[in-house]
């Protein structure tokens, strides 16, 4: 069955640098989105996207972040200068109009 | 604004028995509305998806009923195994913005003792 990567699994920085996270969405899914987890809490919306342009996002997804799916597969997050309170597993997920969400194993940012 | 809880918060049951988790959202406005289960530290495995128009789904010892209109979900797994222990969550997709958000619940954290 067609999975949704993410890489890396894990990503360890400093505060003030910038990360990218990558995410493969299933290939022919139109709708991608990212969400975040803090340790203990809820899953959270950060943005969604398609047809190459951000259709919603939430407060959370500040100017500090950006989407950019720069070809046919890929679909990344960045934020651009990273808090400690960006710490949290990131969820890369897709889907079609109304079918299932379809989830990543997430990327674990961890901010020092 | 749309929200959804979860109750009970966790759950511990043993082996063998039929539990009951529930959902229930403050918007009746849904697409939809999808449970997964979350193994710690790991993704969210889709188990069903019910759409608006639809009362129930089912998938092997797994079945979810949606009431739209009490804003209320069951997913009813029966005849537990240690193996079903895990972090069950449910998220509906609002109809705003041509139903590109879903809201997640705070999920419900199950038990299955051997």
């Known amino acids: 069955e067609p999975e949704v990567t993410q890489t890396p699994s894990h990503q360890v920085t400093q505060m003030g640098q910038e990360v990218i996270l990558r995410c493969v969405p299933i290939s022919n899914h139109l709708y991608f989105y990212w969400y975040r987890q803090i340790l203990g809490q809820k899953v959270e919306f950060l943005v969604s996207?398609?047809?190459?342009?951000?259709?919603?996002k939430s407060e959370i997804f500040d100017d500090q972040f950006s989407v950019e799916r720069p070809d046919g597969s890929n679909f990344t997050l960045k934020i651009r200068s990273t808090k400690l309170e960006d710490s949290a597993m990131y969820f890369c997920a897709s889907s079609n109009s109304y079918s299932p969400l379809h989830f990543g194993n997430g990327t674990r940012l961890t901010v020092t | 604004k749309q929200e959804v809880t979860q109750i009970p918060a966790a759950l511990s049951v043993p082996e063998g028995e039929n539990l009951v988790l529930n959902c229930s959202f403050t918007d009746s406005a849904i697409y939809n509305l999808q449970w997964f289960r979350q193994d710690p530290g790991k993704g969210l495995t889709s188990l069903l998806l019910i759409q608006s128009s639809q009362r129930e789904q089912t998938s092997g010892r797994l079945n979810a009923s949606l009431d739209k209109s009490s804003g209320r979900s069951t997913l009813y797994i029966a005849a537990s195994q240690p193996g079903d222990s895990a972090t069950y969550l449910c998220?509906?997709?609002?109809?705003?913005?041509?139903?590109?958000?879903?809201?997640f619940g705070p999920g419900t954290r199950l038990s299955v003792l051997p």
């Open positions: 996207f398609y047809n190459n342009e951000i259709s919603e």
């Open positions: 998220a509906v997709r609002r109809v705003e913005n041509y139903g590109q958000n879903f809201v």
